[in-house]
């Protein structure tokens, strides 16, 4: 992957519109909406971080966001309603790994808005990007046991189960087994052809 075109994007993150939804750059003025889910358990669950304890909490966190704007590098958009722009939930690139040419996906929605279908509307935006304005190879995500929700959705975006490793993170003072999910450039496209056919 070219690495201009790579730190071009994440540092001038660009804002994406679907049906419903606006993708853009996390604000200090999202620190409520934020704070909202992002102290909630059940938000959190199967998450590499703890709930929010306090709003302070929460404006470091945007305010690393923020530095990661402007070193441009990987990071999330948040996802907003187009309706009030409320920030219900972030999806972006958890990592990229240049080399080989493959990144990470990484999702969070607020509890309230689930089953809606939004995320599915995020994610699909975010893969597009991935693939056809960074040229990325690969895309992956790596999903906790019993996390049924996410599994669906990387299913229904066209990602494939690959493999579960055992006990493989320590997470909250406990060993997690997760599952791998992937999809490749050759897939994306064919599954983009066959619908726009």
């Known amino acids: 992957m070219d690495d201009k075109k790579y730190r071009k994007l994440f540092s001038d993150l660009p804002i994406i519109q679907t049906e419903r939804l606006i993708l853009r750059k996390i604000m200090p003025e999202d620190l409520y909406d934020m704070y909202e889910y992002a102290s909630d358990d059940e938000v959190s669950r199967f998450l590499m971080w703890s709930p929010h304890l306090n709003i302070a909490e929460t404006r470091g966190h945007i305010e690393y966001l923020q530095k990661q704007y402007r070193k441009g590098c990987a990071t999330d958009w948040g996802v907003a309603l187009k309706s ?103 897939e994306y496209i064919g599954a983009t052809d066959l619908h726009n056919a």
């Open 84 to 186: 009030s722009n409320k920030l219900i939930g972030t999806c972006g690139f958890a990592s990229v790994d240049l080399h080989n040419n493959k990144a990470e996906i990484g999702y969070v929605l607020s509890q309230k808005y689930r089953k809606r279908g939004y995320m599915r509307e995020a994610v699909n935006k975010i893969l597009e990007i991935g693939f056809l304005r960074l040229g990325l190879n690969r895309i992956e995500a790596r999903i906790l046991e019993s996390n049924a929700q996410s599994e669906g959705l990387a299913e229904s975006v066209g990602m494939k189960k690959e493999g579960t490793l055992r006990k493989a993170l320590f997470i909250k003072g406990v060993y997690k087994t997760f599952s791998y999910y992937a999809i490749t450039k050759d």
